[in-house]
């Protein structure tokens, strides 16, 4: 049964790590539209840290926490994300996904269908689609034709010299690199502004860079080069885009709470009005699609 969001929607976490910790559990607990219905996750004593840390409660049964929330936030890895997400919308929860969904198409489709055969919304928490500078400059620009080209870097230093980062420690990360890990964000902004991306050649780089060049259904074209290895001292995130109002680049964003507010919101309201959000599993899904042939290209 859809748990229909009446009040304040009671929402859960699934995920314990650095980046539940960062961010889900302090939007979470800090919004004042929902209730923090608890904390699930794969090491019990971790949840029930992060939980009282929280205010809320923590859960080692992750279908009773099915059962007392609306909906669900995941922040897990992504092979561990999607079968847990297909067992809460099948108990009527809706989902608020990590990005990517999945590392395997199949993994995702699974998630998109589950979704959709159990009528719940879900939203993908792709950072820029929800940063409010970011959001607004991805409507503006999808709003607006003449795009020729775009040229997009994401080149990440989590792995670079020096670096002591907590999310170094991830062991998909660390397997599947910056494709995977900053690729869906890249594309969360190319793919609503330039369209879907109609082909594709994809070559690797040094040590995890993947360098991308896209055609789209608008007919522009648009390249990405993307890396968790760079140098901190170049690490940098930017996008440019090119047509006939001439140059338009991607402002900067900061910090992740608020944005994860704002999905929150995004899936607070799908659930009411029964809309789709743009960013939902079955583009979650398409992301899958393109990195795994990216992968599969570059080799």
Do not use: N
Not at 108 to 137: K, Q, Y
Not at 227 to 254: F, I, M, N
């Amino acid at each position: 049964m859809v748990k229909h969001l009446g009040g304040k929607p009671r929402i859960g976490l699934l995920g314990t790590g650095p980046w539940a910790g960062h961010t889900h559990a302090p939007a979470l607990a800090g919004h004042p539209g929902i209730e923090f219905s608890g904390v699930w996750g794969r090491r019990p004593e971790a949840a029930v840290d992060l939980a009282t840390a929280s205010g809320t409660r923590a859960y080692d049964d992750v279908d009773a926490l099915f059962a007392a929330s609306d909906a669900v936030a995941l922040a897990l890895p992504p092979d561990v994300q999607a079968p847990l997400a297909v067992r809460a919308a099948e108990a009527g929860c809706h989902v608020l996904l990590d990005k990517p969904v999945a590392t395997t198409t199949a993994g995702a489709r699974a998630v998109a269908d589950a979704v959709e055969r159990a009528g719940v919304a879900s939203v993908v928490f792709c950072t820029l689609r929800f940063a409010e500078p970011t959001a607004r400059w991805i409507a503006e620009r999808a709003a607006e034709d003449g795009w020729f080209l775009a040229e997009g870097h994401w080149l990440g230093s989590l792995y670079g010299p020096g670096s002591d980062s907590a999310y170094a420690s991830s062991p998909w990360r660390r397997e599947k690199g910056g494709l995977w890990d900053v690729g869906p964000h890249v594309l969360s902004v190319l793919l609503p502004v330039l369209g879907d991306v109609t082909g594709i050649t994809a070559v690797r780089g040094a040590a995890d860079s993947h360098h991308l060049v896209l055609r789209h259904a608008s007919g522009a074209s648009s390249t990405a080069t993307l890396t968790l290895s760079a140098p901190p001292e170049a690490a940098e995130a930017a996008l440019t885009l090119y047509g006939t109002g001439g140059r338009a680049e991607l402002p900067r964003w900061d910090g992740a709470v608020d944005a994860f507010g704002a999905a929150v919101d995004a899936l607070t309201e799908a659930a009411r009005t029964g809309d789709p959000h743009p960013c939902d599993a079955r583009f979650g899904l398409r992301l899958t699609e393109i990195l795994t042939k990216a992968e599969e290209l570059a080799g």
